[in-house]
């Protein structure tokens, strides 16, 4: 079983930065990619970002330029570095991972939790 387990969330300033973290375990042949999405309240979860193995990355149009994605494969950990942090940034965020386990013949999706992030003055 493969647990993906997110960090970092909390209530910022607008303006401010904060940096999520999540740390993947259990028994897998490889994650590809790996990625972050968000849920603001009534509205449907959306990608915020995505990085491949190799480290190529895919940004939402909203948060180009603000939000940075990267990944230590060494510890099966993704981050997400939020600068620029804006209101509508306010959302649950969680951690994705495409996953081939040891044994395994395809992939299969995994999502962490969840972590809140909250950004008001």
């Known amino acids: 079983q493969v647990q993906l387990v997110e960090s970092g969330g909390g209530l910022v300033q607008p303006g401010g930065s904060l940096r999520l973290s999540c740390a993947a375990s259990?028994?897998?042949?490889?994650?590809?990619?790996m990625g972050w999405y968000r849920q603001a309240p009534g509205k449907q979860r959306e990608l915020v970002a995505v990085v491949s193995s190799g480290g190529s990355t895919n940004y939402a149009y909203s948060v180009k330029g603000r939000f940075t994605i990267s990944r230590d494969n060494a510890k099966n950990t993704v981050y997400l570095q939020m600068n620029s942090l804006k209101p509508e940034d306010t959302a649950v965020y969680y951690c994705?991972?495409?996953?081939?386990?040891?044994?395994?013949?395809?992939?299969?999706?995994?999502w962490g939790q969840g972590t809140q992030v909250t950004v008001s003055s």
């Open positions: 994705n991972a495409n996953v081939l386990l040891v044994g395994g013949i395809r992939s299969e999706v995994y």
């Open positions: 259990g028994s897998f042949r490889s994650m590809n990619p």
